[in-house]
């Protein structure tokens, strides 16, 4: 998949472990997310997350991408291709600068990234977010996201799973 695609503004390629201090600033900033989603960011959970894959799945439907603008960070996504169904897209993991944020520009890279997908034949998008999590729960549903119904239990917090169409 293209990824360069993804976005008309930001420079969008695959993060690796060099650019492992830049995503530790951009989460650093965001300290409500790991409220609701413990422990705090460490250097270890970003290689750790950088690596991480569902039941069944290998790294080459595995895109763990930075949004660019010049030469600064400005969101991070966790992206798994073809999950949980061959038409469905993954989100695991979506944010953005502190800096930045409340100016739309989450909202923008989402529908972007939904139109590219929608190019490459995806049906859906499914995402979870930490139940009680305003920002996160706030933010999938303002852009079109609704609760499925399904919620799981995981290292002592509730998932809410959502999706879209599209
Ligand atoms: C959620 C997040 C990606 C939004 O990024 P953004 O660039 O600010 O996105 P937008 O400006 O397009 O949208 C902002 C929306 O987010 C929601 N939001 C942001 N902060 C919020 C807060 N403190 N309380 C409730 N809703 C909030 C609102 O719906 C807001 O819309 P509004 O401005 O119309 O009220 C960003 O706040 C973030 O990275 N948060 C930490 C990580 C996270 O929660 N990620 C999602 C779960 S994986």
Redesign the pocket.
């Known amino acids: 998949m293209d990824i360069s695609a993804f976005s008309d503004h930001y420079h969008v390629r695959c993060l690796n472990h060099t650019d492992i201090p830049a995503i530790m600033d951009l989460c650093r900033g ?1 300290p ?2 790991y409220q609701y989603c413990r422990p705090f960011v460490s250097e270890k959970s970003i290689a750790r997350d950088m690596a991480a894959l569902p039941p069944g799945k290998d790294l080459s439907d595995k895109y763990y991408i930075g949004y660019f603008d010049g030469s600064r960070l400005t ?1 991070v996504m966790d992206l798994i291709l073809a999950f949980p169904d061959q038409q469905t897209a993954f ?8 800096s ?11 529908e972007e990234l939904c139109i590219n997908l929608k190019k490459y034949g995806y049906l859906s998008v499914r ?4 139940k009680g ?11 079109g996201f609704t609760e499925t119904g399904v919620t799981y239990d995981t290292d002592g917090y509730t998932v809410v799973v959502a999706h879209k169409d599209l």
Not at 91 to 98: C, L, N, P, R, S
Not at 102 to 110: D, R, T, Y
Not at 127 to 130: A, E, N
Request: hydrophobic share 45%; charged share 20%.
């Open positions: 965001n409500l997310y969101a989100i695991g993991f979506f944010m953005t600068d502190a930045v944020q409340k100016k739309g520009i989450g909202s923008k890279i989402i995402l979870g977010w930490v999590n305003p920002q996160a729960e706030h933010f999938w549903k303002k852009n």
